[in-house]
């Protein structure tokens, strides 16, 4: 006499050891990350200690350099500012090229290679690079701030433009308009909303950048900051970090003001 065969749920795993033996992978694998890196209990203890050193030299902050740091402090912003707005006068074409929607293929290739190339490299090795380039100062700063908006300004507004509703532009080219016309009044009316908020974003992205990239020498407050580093001024450098802090925290509340406008 047959019997039928009872059905039993597959087991979340194909073999019962499997799950312990990836949990103990796991753990050697973090273990020996730590032991790679020399992360010990000793050295991190010597490090706190040096720390509230360097925390207690800083206290209380020193303004009197104020003109010092005035000027790291103008230059960042000249160089957040001008960037900005060669970054999205250079990145509005290139995200028409990078817009499959209304570019040829050949022309998109071109666009998205562009677009990729703006996006590979981090701003700091950017920066490295136009220093050598150009020299120590804010030109390498505000160069490597347009190189970093290119790839993300016209990544971001070619993915807009690709959402954009054809029918109006369809209506546009319906009227005998040539391939300039429609983009300026099929295309950019749409997105136009889109290309300020972007470029209101991407100023407040590199009002912070600009305190980064001038540690490898690319001008801006950042520079000011290493500089104090180096002398051992901790006390300059706190007054240094505290105004671009506020620098910072300013330039947030007015891309959040911006954007509410504007939507």
Known sequence: MSHAAVWRPPSPWPARWMGPALWLGLAAFVGWNLWNLEVDAARVARGLARA???????????????????????ES???????????????????????????????????????????????????????????????????????NSLGFFSKLLAEQIEQIDRGQVEAVRATGAGRGAVLLYG???????????????????????????????????????????????????????LVIVAIVGLGEWVSAWARRRIQ
């Open 52 to 74: 509230g050193t360097v925390f207690g030299r800083a206290f209380p902050p020193d303004f009197q350099r104020w003109e010092l740091l005035l000027e790291g402090i103008v």
């Open 77 to 147: 912003l000249q160089m957040a500012t001008l960037s900005t707005a060669l970054g999205t006068v250079l990145g509005i074409p290139v995200a028409i090229m990078a817009a499959r929607n209304v570019a040829p293929l050949p022309v998109y290739a071109v666009g998205r290679g562009i677009v990729s190339v703006g996006r590979t490299f981090h701003e700091i090795i950017v920066a490295i690079i136009l220093v050598k380039a150009v020299g120590f100062g804010p030109l390498a700063g505000m160069l490597t701030l347009t190189v």
């Open 187 to 241: 295309v950019l009316p749409q997105v136009l909303p889109r290309i300020v908020g972007l470029t209101v974003y991407q100023w407040d992205i590199h009002l912070r950048q600009s305190t980064i990239i001038g540690i490898v020498g690319a001008g801006g407050v950042g520079t000011t900051l290493y500089n104090s580093f180096s002398r051992y001024d901790f006390d300059f450098t706190l007054a240094i970090l």
